[in-house]
Antibody, heavy 125, light 111 residues
Framework: EVQLVESGGGLVQPGGSLRLSCAAS????????MNWVRQAPGKGLEWVSY????????YYADSVKGRFTISRDNAKNSLYLQMNSLRDEDTAVYYC??????????????????WGQGTMVTVSS | QSVLTQPPSASGTPGQRVTISCSGS????????VNWYQQLPGTAPKLLIY???QRPSGVPDRFSGSKSGTSASLAISGLQSEDEADYYC????????????FGGGTKLTVL
């Protein structure tokens, strides 16, 4: 079964740090670019970060640039998000999401077909 | 304030056809393809439409997408109670290097 499972969320004080993990299974992880997307309580989706399959290309949303670091370990089939200098507004469910690969053999980097169940990050004093 | 603009709510009765709009600009919808996601309460989003009008395997053909200029639409025909969910449009934005932008979401209620 194709699956993504996030972990590492929790309660942290403003200014603190947290590292999220996303374990992939059921597909060739090293062939896909990956993303983190978050959703604040009662709010919409916000794209956070992107990493290419080989880690050669990385992007961040302006709201997290300089504070968050995305990385991956293809040997461990894992994606990570190191979050530093956390703020109240970073409180959200964080999802890892895989780019879509369709049956014609094309990767749609901007479309996310497999999502994890999400991990909750709460920043509060 | 989301980069892509969606109506906050929509509604319909079972069997009806409903459409959800998504408005953007030349840097996102105007120059890139649009994807749509369905999020049922308490669950992760699900890819519903990709590349403007393509359905991933398993998505019923009741769902269809279209794009014209800087706007896109999601249509749901033969509305069913299980379609009650939040719907989000998304697209690359060329003015934001490597960024995917989402609409604010539309809550669809099946009356």
């Amino acid at each position: 079964e194709v699956q993504l499972v996030e972990s590492g969320g929790g309660l942290v004080q403003p200014g603190g740090s947290l590292r999220l993990s996303c374990a992939a299974s059921g597909f060739t992880f090293s062939s896909y670019s990956m993303n983190w997307v978050r959703q604040a309580p009662g709010k919409g989706l916000e794209w956070v970060s992107y990493i290419s399959s080989s880690s050669s290309t990385i992007y961040y949303a302006d709201s997290v640039k300089g504070r968050f670091t995305i990385s991956r370990d293809n040997a461990k089939n894992s994606l990570y998000l190191q979050m530093n200098s956390l703020r109240d507004e970073d409180t959200a469910v964080y999802y890892c999401a895989r780019e879509y690969y369709d049956s014609s053999g094309y990767y749609y980097t901007d479309a996310f077909d497999i999502w994890g169940q999400g991990t909750m990050v709460t920043v509060s004093s | 304030q989301s980069v892509l603009t969606q109506p906050p709510s929509a509604s319909g009765t079972p069997g009806q056809r409903v459409t959800i709009s998504c408005s953007g600009s030349s840097s996102n919808i105007g120059s890139n393809t649009v994807n749509w996601y369905q999020q049922l309460p308490g669950t992760a989003p699900k890819l519903l439409i990709y590349s403007n009008n393509q359905r991933p395997s398993g998505v019923p053909d009741r769902f269809s997408g279209s794009k014209s200029g800087t706007s896109a639409s999601l249509a749901i025909s033969g509305l069913q109670s299980e379609d009650e969910a939040d719907y989000y449009c998304a697209a690359w934005d060329d003015s934001l290097n490597g960024h995917v932008v989402f609409g604010g979401g539309t809550k669809l209620t099946v009356l």
